[in-house]
């Protein structure tokens, strides 16, 4: 091929690849609330100590053009209505489940082709199964724990029987995920809550970047603090997470919302409207 003639192919190539930017649009779904007794809990430095506080649960659809994705399924539809357990520490409930609100912006379930979740936790894949469809994106030693034994804290297998039975849907993560292919959504590896812990970075054409924090902290104080529970992975990679997280919010002055945090609820839309 002569020079002009390569010129002229790498520009067509250059245009056909800018020619498409995908639309990028996210919702905030309510995926139940936790009441915490004992706020030290999420401390192993004696914060928080006589504190209680009711943490909320978070879920998040993601659009990338046609494709849909979900981020963390919440608490277990079993919860449905329950009344807070007064002598529990932690006391989950459930007002809705993801499917109902699904509907409130015209989506089925089996709209959803991924399922991205954040860490193993029960009240982060409580309601996996009503998604078998889809491609259970997770991280890969956290996929691992679901065959331990005993199996670790807040870890039961039977939320995602469905990729444990059939590996074929599965995508095992290790380091970071382009979920796209450009860009617009990524997985990032902030291990230390869990040793696959994840959290994701999305990218909105006029809201800017938005860090979705998984539970590399459970409240906004915890990365003032350095707060880290003593149900934690590991310590050090916590506080590392912690680190890159921040980092990556002021690198690209990206709006961090803290996934259990009620008070960063405001920071998206109410729903059913969408952050774009």
Same mark, same amino acid.
């Given at each position: 091929?002569?020079?002009?003639?390569?010129?002229?192919?790498?520009?067509?190539?250059?245009?056909?690849?800018?020619?498409?930017?995908?639309?990028?649009?996210?919702?905030?779904?309510?995926?139940?609330? /936790?009441?915490?007794? @004992? +706020?030290?809990? %999420?401390?192993? !430095?004696?914060?928080?100590? &006589?504190?209680?506080?009711?943490?909320?649960?978070?879920?998040?659809?993601?659009?990338?053009?046609?494709?849909?994705?979900?981020?963390?399924?919440?608490?277990?539809?079993?919860?449905?209505?329950?009344?807070?357990?007064?002598?529990?520490?932690?006391?989950?409930?459930?007002?809705?489940?993801?499917?109902?609100?699904?509907?409130?912006?015209?989506?089925?379930?089996?709209?959803?082709?991924?399922?991205?979740?954040?860490?193993?936790?029960?009240?982060?894949?409580?309601?996996?199964?009503?998604?078998?469809?889809?491609?259970?994106? /997770?991280?890969?030693? @956290? +996929?691992?724990? %679901?065959?331990? !034994?005993?199996?670790?804290? &807040?870890?039961?297998?039977?939320?995602?029987?469905?990729?444990?039975?059939?590996?074929?849907?599965?995508?095992?993560?290790?380091?970071?995920?382009?979920?796209?292919?450009?860009?617009?959504?990524?997985?990032?590896?902030?291990?230390?809550?869990?040793?696959?812990?994840?959290?994701?970075?999305?990218?909105?054409?006029?809201?800017?970047?938005?860090?979705?924090?998984?539970?590399?902290?459970?409240?906004?104080?915890?990365?003032?603090?350095?707060?880290?529970?003593?149900?934690?992975?590991?310590?050090?990679?916590?506080?590392?997470?912690?680190?890159?997280?921040?980092?990556?919010?002021?690198?690209?002055?990206?709006?961090?919302?803290?996934?259990?945090?009620?008070?960063?609820?405001?920071?998206?839309?109410?729903?059913?409207?969408?952050?774009?």
């Amino acid at each position: 091929m002569n020079p002009i003639a390569t010129l002229l192919f790498s520009a067509a190539a250059l245009m056909a690849s800018t020619a498409h930017a995908a639309e990028v649009e996210l919702w905030r779904l309510d995926c139940g609330e /936790i009441e915490v007794r @004992d +706020l030290s809990l %999420f401390s192993d !430095t004696y914060n928080h100590v &006589g504190e209680k506080r009711t943490l909320t649960n978070s879920c998040y659809v993601i659009r990338h053009d046609q494709d849909y994705m979900l981020w963390d399924a919440g608490l277990p539809s079993g919860l449905l209505g329950a009344k807070l357990d007064p002598a529990a520490v932690l006391a989950p409930t459930l007002a809705k489940d993801i499917p109902s609100q699904l509907a409130e912006i015209d989506l089925k379930p089996g709209q959803i082709g991924r399922l991205g979740i954040s860490h193993n936790h029960f009240d982060h894949v409580g309601q996996a199964a009503s998604f078998p469809q889809a491609t259970l994106m /997770i991280g890969a030693a @956290d +996929l691992a724990q %679901f065959r331990n !034994t005993p199996l670790p804290f &807040g870890v039961d297998p039977a939320f995602v029987k469905p990729w444990l039975d059939d590996g074929a849907k599965v995508d095992a993560i290790s380091g970071d995920r382009d979920v796209f292919g450009d860009g617009t959504v990524t997985i990032l590896s902030t291990p230390g809550h869990t040793p696959g812990e994840t959290s994701l970075l999305v990218r909105l054409a006029e809201t800017g970047p938005v860090l979705l924090s998984g539970d590399v902290v459970h409240f906004e104080e915890q990365f003032e603090n350095r707060g880290v529970p003593g149900f934690n992975f590991d310590r050090a990679e916590t506080l590392a997470s912690m680190e890159r997280l921040t980092g990556i919010a002021k690198a690209l002055d990206a709006t961090m919302i803290v996934q259990h945090d009620p008070n960063d609820i405001s920071k998206l839309p109410a729903f059913p409207k969408s952050a774009k």
